[in-house]
């Protein structure tokens, strides 16, 4: 029994022996072992260093049919095939077709070298198993490999024959591209501004603006309004005396720009005296009625009076006079 | 629609407002100038607030104080505050009697109508909670035994801002109790010649006593009964809700000023104190300058400023003042 294991150890020994790793036995002797032996070529037989270069291996036609190729492991990649060069790839099959018919096969190894000097590249073995188990081994000669280091300047430490980028001719689409996008960013940058001004200056958004009223037409025209409303006759003496002063507080702010809006009734008399010597159309008279008549709307508002009609109509006539006397023309305006 | 006659109401305020004009009289007497100090005081007096008086030593804080005592016949305790003072020694304390062989209770000098509190912030935090209960709830609790204060009882303290070393400064929940606080200025170049006359003459005339407790009473009640008008509680509010968010009335850079806005206790103040304003201007209403001239004294204390605005040199008066330019007048 003993000896018939024996006989079946030696037996599986003879057959996955050519499979075994060969190159350390082409290293070690410098000749190929038994079988047949192919030429293989470079691509580039001289490379830069740090370039690469496909090692190419054909089999020749008829050779492999009805076999199966095996190819020798280089994992973990990058592989070293010798101490200075890296095979950056597997072993790659790729078939060569000929006027519609397989020519030949062809394996491919992708290679680099870090280090500049002549290299011998080691014979690659491809396995050919054969339906029955028989396999046989082919073995590719490695060529020589020329690593050239790149020559630098020993002036200035560049190296030499440095080109710059290559410039391509602008074309029309790209052109166009860019004016499109300039033209774009251009009306977003407008509308933009248009809307700040706008929203800044207190004018609809879209659409066209219409002149604003001078300030005097636009208290009348409020002052007419609360007079046609008649709050007074209605009970809403408060709200009527709210109204009017708001509308003179208004005049006051877009006629003399006095924030009468946070200003209490005598800090407004003050404001309007200060005017005074520089407005003409300002006189202590027309300033006295209109603190008489913020003085019946302070009592109105805050101390619950009821004012006579009387009362009612000559603070609206007050309101009225002032405006008319202190109005300013637009033509005196632009003078 | 109810209607206020405002002749009438008008004519019973000239009639309850007569004694403030005596009274200005009799303080004038002795206090030269710092007219602006006299009716704060008189505010407090009438809006039953405590007032706390901050100014630089010599400007006659403590005798406006001692000289308010003296128009009213009231009875006024002066405590100095030292940084040894202890709570008991201002409410008092409870001493076992040998011969009755029971706890009696021994009153402090809080028991008095006017209580000048001088240099408030040289005694510790727990002396200055003892005035808490007094302040806010107008009583002192010794012992198991609660005692209502006299009416009126007015706090006035008062504090010296240059000199910090060794003091305490009031903690917000004490600040907040004060209705207003008054800065001192120094006082005019005439009235400072006045001042020097008075003291070479040797003869320092006294203010006498024209009012009594009952009489502050009475006029307490009138201030009660001066109208504010919905529009005047709102600006109230406004202004008061400008200091919370300033934001929400167009003052968006006083945001990072603040660290935190006025209390609900402002509004109160500040409604009270216009009310006393408008009673001393012998008006049976309130306008917004009467809100206006009481909101410094009534908001400085209780505007809580950030880090960035003590690095800017900014203080309370800068953000009132924005305030009030831009909160809209009703």
């Known amino acids: ?6 006989i079946c150890f030696f037996f599986v020994w003879l057959t996955l022996s050519p499979c075994l790793p060969y190159a350390q036995q082409v290293t070690d002797t410098g000749q190929l072992p038994a079988g047949l032996v192919q030429e293989s070529v470079l691509e580039k037989d001289s490379i830069l260093i740090g370039d690469q270069t496909w090692w190419n291996m054909t089999l020749p036609a008829g050779i492999w049919t009805g076999r199966k190729i095996e190819v020798p492991d280089f994992s973990p990649l ?8 890296e095979a950056l790839s597997g072993v790659l099959l790729d078939s060569v077709v000929r ?4 020519d030949s096969i062809r394996a491919r190894i992708l290679i680099t070298s870090f280090d500049s000097g002549s290299y011998q590249l080691p014979p690659v073995p491809l396995c050919l198993v054969g339906q029955d188990g028989t396999r046989d081994t082919l073995w590719f000669k490695g060529p020589r490999l020329s690593v050239n ?3 630098v300047d020993t002036t200035s430490f560049e190296p030499y024959g440095l080109k710059p980028q290559m410039r391509y001719p602008i074309t029309t689409g790209e052109i166009l591209t860019l004016v499109g996008i300039v033209v774009l960013l251009s009306a977003l940058v407008f509308l933009i501004i248009l809307i700040v001004r706008r929203r800044r200056n207190h004018l609809p958004l879209f659409g066209p603006v219409r002149p604003k009223d001078p300030p005097h037409i636009a208290a009348l025209k409020v002052l007419e ?13 408060k709200s009527y005396y709210t109204l009017l002063t708001d509308t003179i507080r208004v005049y006051l702010r877009d006629r003399w720009g006095i924030q009468a809006m946070e200003k209490t009734s005598a800090e407004m008399m003050e404001a309007l005296l ?16 209109l603190g008489q008549m913020f003085s019946t709307g302070d009592l109105a508002k805050f101390a619950k009076y009821t004012p006579s009609d009387s009362e009612n109509e000559e603070s609206l006539r007050q309101a009225i006079r002032f405006v008319t006397e202190t109005a300013k023309d637009e033509e005196e305006k632009e003078e | 629609m109810e209607t206020v006659n405002i002749k009438e109401l008008n004519e019973r305020i000239q009639r309850e407002s007569a004694f403030v004009d005596i009274m200005t009289l009799e303080m004038s007497k002795v206090i030269v100038g710092q007219k602006q100090l006299v009716e704060n005081l008189l505010i407090g007096l009438l809006a039953n607030g405590h007032i ?6 010599g400007l006659a804080k403590t005798l406006a104080i001692r000289t308010l005592a003296s128009v009213v016949d009231a009875k006024f305790s002066r405590i100095q505050f030292t940084p040894d003072l202890l709570p008991a020694d201002l409410v008092g304390t409870l001493i076992y009697s040998q011969r009755t062989e029971e706890f009696q209770v021994k009153k402090g000098p809080l028991f008095a109508n006017f209580i000048l509190a001088d240099e408030i912030n040289r005694s510790p935090a727990k002396v200055q909670s003892a005035l808490l209960e007094a302040m806010q709830e107008r009583q002192i609790t010794i012992g198991e035994h609660t005692f209502p204060l006299p009416e009126p009882f007015l706090v006035l303290a008062t504090q010296n801002p240059i000199e910090q070393e060794g003091t305490y400064p009031l903690p917000e929940a004490q600040v907040d109790r004060f209705m207003l606080k008054v800065i001192v200025d120094y006082p005019k170049k005439e009235e400072e010649k006045l001042i020097i006359r008075m003291n070479n003459s040797g003869e320092f005339p006294t203010a006498a006593q024209v009012l009594k407790p009952a009489d502050i009473r009475k006029a307490r009640e009138v201030v009660r009964e001066v109208y504010m008008d919905e529009k005047i509680e709102r600006y109230i509010v406004d202004l008061v809700y400008a200091t919370r968010k300033p934001e929400d009335y167009h003052l968006p850079d006083l945001k990072s000023l603040i660290a935190y806005g006025a209390s609900p206790r402002a509004s109160i103040s500040l409604a009270i104190a216009s009310k006393a304003y408008a009673f001393i201007r012998r008006r049976g209403y309130v306008i917004p300058e009467d809100v206006r001239a009481v909101a410094y004294e009534v908001l400085r204390h209780r505007i809580g400023l950030t880090y960035e605005a003590e690095a800017e040199n900014i ?6 003042t924005s305030i009030i330019n831009a909160v809209e007048v009703p």
């Open chain 1, 225 to 237: 309004d609360i007079r046609a409303r008649e709050l007074w006759k209605k009970q809403k003496a």
């Open chain 2, 52 to 57: 706390l008086l901050e100014g630089v030593p």
């Open chain 1, 99 to 102: 006027k519609k018919h397989l």
């Open chain 1, 274 to 289: 200060q005017v005074e010597a520089e407005d003409s159309l300002l006189t202590e008279k027309i300033i006295g009625e």
């Open chain 1, 1 to 6: 029994m003993k000896r018939f294991i024996y």
């Open chain 2, 315 to 320: 203080i309370t008066e800068n953000i009132i």
């Open chain 1, 78 to 85: 990058p592989y070293k095939l010798t101490a200075q060069v």
């Open chain 1, 149 to 151: 280091t790149i020559p």
